[in-house]
């Protein structure tokens, strides 16, 4: 498993945060509900009493007073220092969750009273507020990274408030309840001594998962955490500054190919070496999107032979590519020739080559076969054994990444797929160059998105007319697309017109940053695609114009990646955190809440 998708991986366990509004309703009508329910459970209660006088109450203990701890978390943790930004809706569904856990405990308190004769509402109401103590430092403390005593502080609020409005009501109001007479004293000492114990174990547990994460990345697995989340919630790129501290310099790659009409530079086709992500917006997760918009004409940015070690750790990095394709620009030796498209085949390997001139561009696929990234120490073979082969004096090489199998289909060193690959090379034959026309066209497919697997670039098209054979490159703003679905595009694709055609994504990492981490195309709204891909290639048919190409393949010196060496340390010390606390948090959590439960049930003033 690589670094980033040991990262990518947890947002398997977040959830979309419901608007403010939703959690206030929420607490009023479930704190309602749950005082009705305990004042049914009272003799010789009437359910009308119950509803209207045991709701009223549950409101006030329940509902109120964690509506008012959501108004108050989210201003006191914004003006510390910590966490970014917190919003109001993060807040109030805090306290939500917090307050259903001790509106449960408190109805399962009252049913087991009704059927024993001591009274156990009280104590099933202080463990309540002590587990829901312990769960808000546990929350607070992870996500907003303001350090163990103010998140000590405000997660203590709620709690205090809950226990301050039934001593208010019991002892100062005519209100009635079905909790009975109780001890203050008794009430503030349980709760502080079994908030205390939870606050030890909680304590142990992040001293324990903090301590390797520390000593070896030199960062806070809290602190970690709260940037992830962020990135998550907010589309923060605070995570970049922690990718800075830990980056390498790598010597890479980047292959061009240039198309120049009668005004100039019509369009630009990039494979780099350099892969887009970690996730979201962070490092180089939309790079095929910011560095296409960044030319002024028509650019495909394709996924180039890498894999999760070349992730950029920060956006800017991404300038140092453009940089290098513009300055190629300037020199680039163009050829009015080009050759017809052909595939060449081995094994499980296919590539689907194209010369421009002398030069040769390479799209290299498994599918229908599952694979994913190809390593650059696989490409780089490809690259220079094609060269050796057809004496082509650039190629620029392309994943297609169309054929989803996740993490186990890398293409890597020692693989049997780079025999096939290298095999496939070796077929690959020149044919007769003519003049040719190529034409263009984009749709971002905006009533799509990230949901759906499609990232801000949507699809564009480029079609080369070579002696009357037309070829589609297709390339879709995807991190890859589930097996099966290049089929049924390329199907549609040849059937509207064109002679061959490839499917390519993008490997884009922005769509990743759902629940869940990969996010392949195709598991929905496969229509919608198709007939985009489809109408999109028509405009580009409509746009074919005779061209010139040209094509480089360049040395990207010093783009600050994550790197192979901090990729295994992170993915190692996250493996070592996990299986640490398989054993850890259990045992030191049910032994906390033994002693909690032990002392507020059985220990009496």
Not at 194 to 205: D, E, K, N, Q
């Amino acid at each position: 498993m690589s670094a980033d998708d040991s990262i990518t991986n947890l947002s398997k366990y977040l959830v979309t945060i419901p608007p403010s509004k939703f959690s206030i309703l929420t607490m009023t009508f479930l704190s309602f509900l749950t005082g009705a329910i305990t004042a049914y459970l009272e003799p010789q209660v009437s359910i009308f009493d119950s509803i209207v006088y045991g709701g009223s109450t549950g409101f006030l203990i329940f509902g109120l007073t964690s509506i008012m701890d959501g108004a108050l978390t989210q201003p006191i943790i914004n003006s510390m220092e910590g966490r970014r930004y917190m919003k109001m809706k993060h807040s109030m569904f805090i306290s939500l969750l917090t307050m259903i856990l001790i509106a449960v405990v408190y109805v399962v308190g009252s049913l087991i009273s009704k059927f024993t004769v001591y009274s156990y509402i009280i104590d099933a109401l202080i463990l309540g507020c002590v587990l829901a103590f312990g769960l808000r430092t546990f929350i607070i403390w992870g996500t907003s990274n303001i350090g163990a005593v103010r998140s000590i502080i405000i997660s203590a609020v709620q709690p205090i408030l809950i226990l301050s409005m039934v001593v208010v009501i019991v002892f100062l109001t005519s209100i009635s309840t079905n909790i009975g007479p109780f001890s203050i004293i008794a009430v503030g000492l349980k709760g502080i001594v079994a908030g205390l114990i939870l606050m030890i174990a909680i304590y142990s547990f992040i001293l324990v998962v903090e301590s390797p994460i520390r000593r070896n990345l030199g960062v806070g697995g809290l602190e970690l955490l709260s940037l992830f989340i962020a990135q998550y919630s907010e589309g923060s790129k605070a995570m970049e500054r922690l990718f800075e501290d830990m980056g390498e310099p790598i010597d890479t790659i980047v292959g061009v190919v240039s198309f120049k009409g009668k005004k100039g530079v019509k369009g630009l086709f990039i494979s780099p070496c350099v892969h887009p992500g970690p996730v979201g917006n962070i490092g180089g997760g939309n790079m095929p999107t910011l560095l296409a918009d960044s030319f002024d004409t028509f650019t495909i940015v394709s996924h180039g032979p890498s894999t999760h070690d070349f992730n950029p750790v920060s956006s800017k990095e991404i300038c140092k590519i453009k940089k290098i394709v513009e300055k190629s620009l300037e020199d680039m030796e163009y050829s009015e020739l080009a050759s017809p498209f052909m595939q060449v085949e081995s094994e499980d390997a296919k590539l689907g080559a194209q010369y421009f001139g002398d030069d040769l561009l390479i799209l290299a696929t498994f599918a229908p076969l599952g694979f994913d990234d190809i390593d650059f120490g696989v490409g780089l073979s490809l690259i220079k054994a094609v060269q050796c082969h057809t004496k082509a004096k650039n190629v620029v090489l392309v994943d297609c990444h169309n054929s989803f199998k996740g993490e186990s289909g890398r293409v890597l060193p020692g693989n049997p797929e780079v025999f096939h690959l290298l095999d496939a090379a070796g077929k690959l034959e020149e044919t007769n160059k003519k003049q040719f026309k190529m034409g263009c066209a984009n749709d971002p497919i905006p009533e799509l998105g990230r949901r759906s697997g499609v990232g801000q670039s949507g699809v564009k098209v480029m079609v080369m007319e070579v002696g009357g054979q037309k070829t589609a490159y297709i390339i879709l703003d995807a991190n890859n697309m589930v097996i099966g679905f290049r089929d049924e595009i390329l199907k549609a694709v040849t059937e509207s017109g064109v002679d061959s055609a490839e499917v390519m994504t993008t490997d884009t990492h922005y769509v990743n940053n759902l629940s869940g981490g990969h996010n392949p195309l195709g598991t929905r709204d496969r229509d919608v695609i198709i007939t985009k891909v489809v109408e999109c290639t028509q405009k580009a048919i409509n746009d074919l114009e005779p061209v010139m190409a040209g094509a480089r393949m360049l040395k990207l010196s010093k783009i600050n990646t994550l790197g192979p060496t901090h990729s295994t340390e992170l993915v190692t010390t996250i493996s070592s955190i996990v299986a640490v606390s398989r054993i850890f948090a259990p045992l030191v959590f049910v032994l906390a809440l033994l002693f909690v439960f032990i002392w507020v049930f059985y220990w009496t003033i």
